[in-house]
């Protein structure tokens, strides 16, 4: 297969951030990244718009965290309380997954994550006390606890 090197112009999952030259297969630059606008071929002559890509990005990801912070002070003020319907003697029917996580944070708090943000390591299925870690940026990972509780009295 033919390769070929590319400058990125905008970031890519799995690929890099804008202003890295990247190795990738010639069918996917030629079809995808360059009508796009997303890459140019590599030359000599784009050193100019390497170096601002780099400026560019380095913004980028100053602002990026700076609303990661913002966005953890926030996270931390925030008590979260699942409330899920149980069977006999407290137990759960079903769990607590990420989606309710994302769902009651959105709805109750105003905070709007990712799917890929929340790092929850198996489905809540017991009541209690629980913590599920937040990825905001590589810099900014936080643990966020949840309560989750019966909505009917349980006998």
Known sequence: MAHVNV?????LKGHGDEGKVVRVKAGFARNFLVPKGWAIPE???NKKQVEALCKAREMREAKELEEAKALAEKLNVTSLTIAVKTGEGGKLFGSVSNTDLLKRL????GIVLEKECLRLPQPIK???HHAFQVR???DV??????EVVSENPIE
């Open 7 to 11: 400058l990125l112009l905008k970031q």
């Open 43 to 45: 030359f000599r002559a």
């Open 106 to 109: 959105a709805d109750e708090e």
């Open 126 to 128: 017991t009541l209690g």
């Open 136 to 138: 905001l940026h590589k």
């Open 141 to 146: 990972v936080l643990d966020v606890p949840v």
